[in-house]
Nanobody, 127 residues
Framework: QVQLVESGGGLVQAGGSLTLSCAAS????????MGWFRQAPGKEREFVAV????????YYADSVKGHFTISRDNAKKTVYLQMNSLKPEDTALYFC????????????????????WGQGTQVTVSS
């Protein structure tokens, strides 16, 4: 079992930066790929980024590529999402998730392929 708790969300002006953290508990954290998803009001949950268990490979949604960076520290059982050049359309509830999806695009981006989820942290970007 893995429990996940996100933090770091808040209100920021367009062009600003935030770093989200996801703290995990559970002995098997380091064996899971960790991802970030987001959900805006009235919209479906959307894939943002994912990182392999050993920090070797990352994959990003096209909408955030180049201005979001995912990383992890297995010793601290924490995964991060550095968000730069934020836009109003980045406003959403951000969730971290842990799982073992197949490392193919469609599988990585499917929420159902992640077994563990946090409660989310709100990010609001004002224009």
């Amino acid at each position: 079992q893995v429990q996940l708790v996100e933090s770091g969300g808040g209100l920021v002006q367009a062009g600003g930066s935030l770093t989200l953290s996801c703290a995990a508990s559970g002995r098997t954290f380091s064996t899971y790929a960790m991802g970030w998803f987001r959900q805006a009001p009235g919209k479906e949950r959307e894939f943002v980024a994912v990182i392999t268990w050993n920090d070797a490979t990352t994959y990003y949604a096209d909408s955030v590529k180049g201005h979001f960076t995912i990383s992890r520290d297995n010793a601290k059982k924490t995964v991060y999402l550095q968000m730069n050049s934020l836009k109003p359309e980045d406003t959403a509830l951000y969730f971290c998730a842990g799982g073992r999806p197949l490392w193919v695009e469609r599988q990585l981006a499917t929420p159902g392929n992640y077994a563990y989820w946090g409660q989310g942290t709100q990010v609001t970007v004002s224009s």
